[in-house]
């Protein structure tokens, strides 16, 4: 029997291990819905997957966001170097996207609301001389401030949302998932749009050896070994396993999502070694 933790992190990470999805479940779309939808160019370079008609929803009702965000993907590059620094998943890839979007007016934006609430009901006050119950109509309401408070998209434009996860604790993708659902139960969004790491991305960040700090040398642990860049992106972290587990158990609620995932091609100075898939 294995030793009992006292540690919260360490079963939270053990329970988070196993919820990862190898495919798609019933609830996406099929493929050939995706395939009339999306660029072949597209498609060529990352994973999609669509959930609840979002690349229908996106292209054939959002058409100009729809082209935004597709030169968005197009114009799109890193590097290995990028993936190996220490930094370089909080702050420079997100900031390839921002270079295409905010030019073209995608806002971060944060909903807040408050819920009115009307109770409606019927109160009898009197009879009729046949016995028939007269009543009048009984209205009472009330309101729970900041019932929507802080719920943030990366990216927002008309009625499109768009957020980016490269490297953050899995559990992010229910946050951004939730904001979704918030956006669209109350008709701010009709679709949104989530991009994180491939499955295919995988195998190349396990061949790239040691990470690198700031300022370009090896990361060293305590011990003096060098730090391995896979070591940065855990099984725990925000990636398309993550994710696609989420979007089959339905936590994305009623909003359709259109998932993209970067994949080696995306990697301009990659070269694919023998046997790496």
């Known amino acids: 029997m294995a030793e009992p933790s006292t540690d919260d992190d360490d079963l939270i990470d ?19 819905l995706i395939d009339t939808r999306i660029p072949e160019d597209i498609r060529s370079r990352y994973e999609i997957y669509s959930y609840r008609s979002a690349a229908v929803i996106l292209s054939e009702g959002h058409p ?5 965000i597709c030169d968005a993907l197009r114009n799109f590059s890193i590097t290995t170097e ?23 007016g995608w806002r971060e934006t944060v909903i807040q609301g408050d819920l009115l609430i009307q109770l409606i009901s019927r109160e009898i006050v009197g009879y009729t001389k046949a016995g028939k119950a007269k009543t009048v109509q009984k209205k009472r309401e009330f309101k729970r401030e900041k019932y929507l408070d802080g719920h943030k998209v990366d990216y927002v434009k008309d009625r499109v949302a768009f957020d980016l996860e490269w490297n953050s604790k899995d559990q992010t993708f229910d946050r951004d998932l939730y904001a979704f659902s918030a956006f669209a139960q109350c008709g701010v969004i009709d679709v949104g749009v989530l991009v994180t790491r491939g499955y295919s991305l995988g195998p ?5 050896g040691p990470s690198l700090n700031k300022n370009g ?4 642990k305590r011990n003096g070994t060098p730090r391995l860049t896979a070591e940065k992106y855990g099984a725990s972290t925000t990636w398309m396993g993550k994710l696609i587990y989420r ?15 970067i994949t080696p091609k995306c990697v301009s100075d990659w070269v694919q070694p023998e046997g790496i898939a």
């Open 247 to 261: 979007l089959n158990a339905g936590r994305n609620g009623a909003c359709p999502v259109l998932v993209v995932g």
């Open 64 to 68: 100009r966001l729809f082209a935004e």
């Open 14 to 32: 053990e329970v988070s291990r196993d919820q990862v999805a190898d495919t798609p479940g019933d609830a996406a779309d099929p493929q050939g």
């Open 217 to 220: 040398d090896i990361e060293r």
């Open 204 to 208: 190349l960040i396990s061949s790239l």
């Open 82 to 104: 990028i993936i190996r620094t220490a930094g370089g998943n909080e702050s420079d890839i997100p900031k390839l996207f921002s270079r295409s979007l905010r030019p073209m």
